[in-house]
């Protein structure tokens, strides 16, 4: 017993006299370096978002994070940065949703022609549960949702009058890589070219596509506008993003600092949110001054109906491989 005492008294005393250098250690580490990788320009929703992602991490948790912000691909591409987050070369993205479907089909959804009457249904049912467990559907895969970030509603733009769907065939237009945006187009008799987001102005301006489809603030800020003759607004599918990062490197850090982050893009995402609906607005407005607003077309509720209509068979052609249930969710909200 007596030597049980000893030791428990050897044990505290090494104890007091070592917390100091344990302090000093732990002070002395490195600060957890977050870099995050996206493809758009800093003045976009996306690329404020992550700017204040990282004032608002660097202030709260100061020493402790440091983020780094790759804008523009300047790190990796969209079609890249998954592979890059498995790797550990970036610990966050925001890629455009139509990348997941690799990880996961179900967040296909979102890619399905006129599911989504507006940014508001889009909302309604990104807060439902069905909306909340995409998040973490990718995880068998190593894969982390964090949030949804808004960028707006599609519309397309091309060389030739855009009205009613048959408008659209034998037209070349690029497009993200989705499975359900190629068979949206295909039906209809248009070709498709899955280009790079960086690399899209180029094929514009040599006449390599003959058109494309994107939200108001990516047209406007990559001057897409400026290489197309007409633009269409369809508002047909959401061009949204979901935060991500690595199971790994998620449940990995520090309980406190995952729950200071978590809150932080909570905060950011509903500012992201406000500045994508300001900047549709304003980059809508930029984009019909410099076209003209001949060149303008704005569906009637009878066009958008006909629209509908000719998409509906890409609904069933893929709500299998999403989920009925998924899909009737997105469509009931």
Do not use: C
């Not at 400026?226 to 449940?251: A, I």
């Not at 982050?261 to 406000?274: D, F, G, P, T, Y």
């Not at 209509?309 to 890409?314: D, E, G, L």
Request: glycine share 6%; no cysteine.
């Amino acid at each position: 017993m007596k030597e049980v005492r000893k030791f428990a008294l050897i044990f505290t005393l090494w104890s007091i006299l070592l917390a100091p250098v344990a302090g000093l250690m732990a002070a002395g580490q490195e600060p957890i370096k977050i870099r995050f990788s996206h493809v758009v320009s800093e003045n976009t929703p996306k690329g404020q978002g992550a700017l204040l992602f990282k004032k608002l991490a660097e202030e709260r948790l100061a020493g402790r994070v440091e983020v780094e912000v790759f804008p523009n691909s300047i790190r990796f591409t969209d079609e890249q940065v998954l592979l890059g987050l498995l790797f550990d070369d970036v610990q966050m993205a925001a890629p455009s949703l139509a990348k997941f479907r690799s990880f996961s089909d179900s967040i296909q959804v979102f890619d399905l022609p006129f599911l989504f009457n507006d940014l508001e249904q889009v909302h309604r049912f990104q807060s439902s549960e069905t909306g909340r467990n995409l998040l973490d559907s990718m995880i068998p895969r190593g894969i982390k949702g964090l949030s949804y970030w808004d960028n707006g509603m599609r519309v397309i733009s091309a060389n030739r009058s855009i009205r009613t769907p048959a408008d659209l065939a034998g037209l070349l237009l690029r497009i993200e890589p989705s499975a359900v945006i190629a068979a949206q187009y295909k039906s209809l008799g248009a070709n498709t070219f899955a280009l790079p987001f960086n690399r899209v102005s180029d094929g514009l301006r040599l006449g390599l596509v003959d058109g494309q489809e994107n939200s108001w603030s990516n047209i406007q800020s990559q001057r897409f506008h400026e290489f197309q003759d007409y633009l269409v607004e369809t508002n047909h599918s959401f061009q949204g993003y979901m935060v991500v990062t690595s199971v790994k490197f998620w449940d990995g850090l520090p309980a406190d600092i995952r729950e200071a982050l978590q809150q932080i893009l909570a905060e950011v995402s509903v500012e992201v949110n406000r500045i994508a609906v300001e900047k549709q607005r304003s980059s809508r407005e930029a984009v019909i001054t410099a076209m003209g607003p001949d060149r303008i077309v704005s569906l009637s509720d009878e066009e958008r109906a006909v629209w509908r209509q000719a998409m509906q068979p890409i609904w069933k052609e893929f709500e299998h491989q999403i989920g009925v249930e998924v899909v009737n969710a997105a469509a009931e909200e």
